[in-house]
């Protein structure tokens, strides 16, 4: 869930964008209270969305004050009170990303690289533990769905059973965002999709260097069959939608709509031409 | 004929599972029937079992199957249309993402309604005719 769910911002009007900036600012300070200044640098917008549809399944209006930062010394800026869509989406931002540096720990990097992971890692480990004390369940599903993954990248397999363990990880975290039986049953089966989806964004973008570099890629099997893959993204997208249309929501969702039906498409055309282009050039 | 009788009551009992959510257990059921069984609503429940766990491409290729062994079936039709109005970047809802939030473009203006009537006028008086009888 790393850069890949993002509005299509042409089309967010205003005060949308106002609220989605606060959100991003709001998720960045909590971050800072809560385990401090490593945790905020690896903030990524996707929680921001994940913290507006925390806040629209909840039926909760986020507060906005007007505040400095670090990087925004001079002019204040919109930013939400914390709150606690904007706490639990830190924590989950904090599992998402202990995960995911322990998985790049395993992937072969450059030293560099390595270096860098293994220093984060330090300080992520007592967050982690702080994190998952706060949302038990999700982090022991995240971390079999994780060790599923490692099996999974070993013996290969068709690109529905390779996006599963993402969907399961997708699947924990969205399903803690709302309390209410139904509410959850919608949001768990959104998160499963958008996992799938995130999983094929990830499988397109590193798919170039993974061919070049000898490395295993999820869509070898479609054999670079641009257009299957877009279809496939499609039905992802659509299920999304189709659950997120299950889910009952205050004025957030005017934002929230704005993801779903234009900005994740518009994700995954950018994806695939980008590829179309390297591919030419080289 | 006794046999197609158990196996009309076996499909029963299987789409009975998926509907309640026990999609393991209709999935084992499927699985365990044998080649020759496999019918057309074989293929449409495993399809359903498929999108049920969120295996895109082996559901729509399923329904694809079920469809080409009974295209007379509307269930199998419907299913086959859904699948390919997603793949198409349709969304629930009746939305598809080229027209959320789309500018109006030329004729989508009020404005451009009376331009081409008047134009259409226009037209019709060389020919002799008459559209609008006031202008």
């Keep these: 869930m790393f850069g890949y769910v993002k509005p299509y911002t042409p089309r967010l009007e205003m005060w ?34 994940l913290t507006l549809l925390h806040s629209a399944v909840n039926q ?31 924590d989950f931002l904090v599992l998402l990303t202990y995960h995911k540096l322990k998985d790049d720990l395993q992937d072969e990097h450059g030293f560099l690289r390595q270096f860098a992971v293994r220093f984060l890692l330090i300080f992520f480990k007592k967050y982690y533990a ?24 070993k013996t290969g397999g ?20 709302s309390d209410d039986p139904k509410t959850k049953m919608s949001l768990r089966q959104m998160g499963h999709f958008m996992g799938r989806y995130v999983y094929l964004c990830d499988a397109i973008a590193d798919y170039e260097q993974d061919i070049k570099k000898g490395r295993y890629n999820p869509l070898v099997s479609f054999k670079n069959n641009k257009k299957e893959i877009i279809k496939l993204g499609n039905m992802y997208i659509n299920a999304v ?21 234009a900005g994740l498409k518009n994700t995954l055309d950018k994806l695939i031409n980008k590829s179309n282009k390297n591919r030419k050039r080289g | 004929m ?40 074989w293929y449409f ?39 390919e109005y997603a793949r198409g970047g349709g969304m629930a809802g009746g939305y598809s993402s080229s027209d959320y939030r789309r500018p109006a473009t030329d004729t989508d203006k009020a404005c451009n309604c009376c331009s081409n009537l008047i134009c259409a006028d226009c037209l019709c008086e060389c020919f002799g005719g008459d559209l609008i009888p006031c202008c």
């Design chain 2, 45 to 83: 429940l495993s399809g359903s079992c498929a999108y049920n766990k969120g295996f895109m491409n082996d559901a729509y290729n399923y329904y694809n199957t079920a469809y080409s062994l009974e295209p007379q079936n509307p269930e199998y039709r419907q299913a086959k249309t859904n699948m």
């Design chain 1, 16 to 49: 949308e964008y106002e609220i989605y900036n606060s959100a991003y600012c709001g998720l960045c300070k909590c971050l800072g209270d809560r385990y401090g200044f490593i945790a905020r640098c690896l903030l990524s917008y996707d929680l921001a969305f």
């Design chain 1, 241 to 261: 939608s189709v659950a997120y249309l299950k889910l009952e929501k205050n004025d957030y969702s005017h934002i929230i709509d704005n993801f779903v039906y």
């Design chain 1, 130 to 153: 702080k994190a998952s004390k706060a949302f038990p369940e999700c982090s022991k599903k995240i971390s079999e769905a994780m060790k599923m993954q490692r099996e999974f990248e």
């Design chain 1, 60 to 90: 909760k209006e986020i507060d906005v004050c007007r505040q400095h930062c670090m990087i925004h010394p001079i002019k204040k800026k919109n930013c939400c009170k914390p709150c606690r869509a904007v706490k639990d989406c830190s």
């Design chain 1, 158 to 177: 068709s690109f529905d059973q390779l996006s599963e363990p993402t969907a399961k990880i997708m699947q924990a975290v969205f399903e803690e965002c």
């Design chain 2, 2 to 41: 006794d046999n197609n009788f158990n196996l009309g009551q076996m499909y029963t009992e299987i789409r009975q599972n998926i509907l309640n959510g026990q999609i393991d257990t209709a999935q084992t059921m499927l699985n365990e029937m044998n080649p020759p069984q496999r019918t057309a609503e």
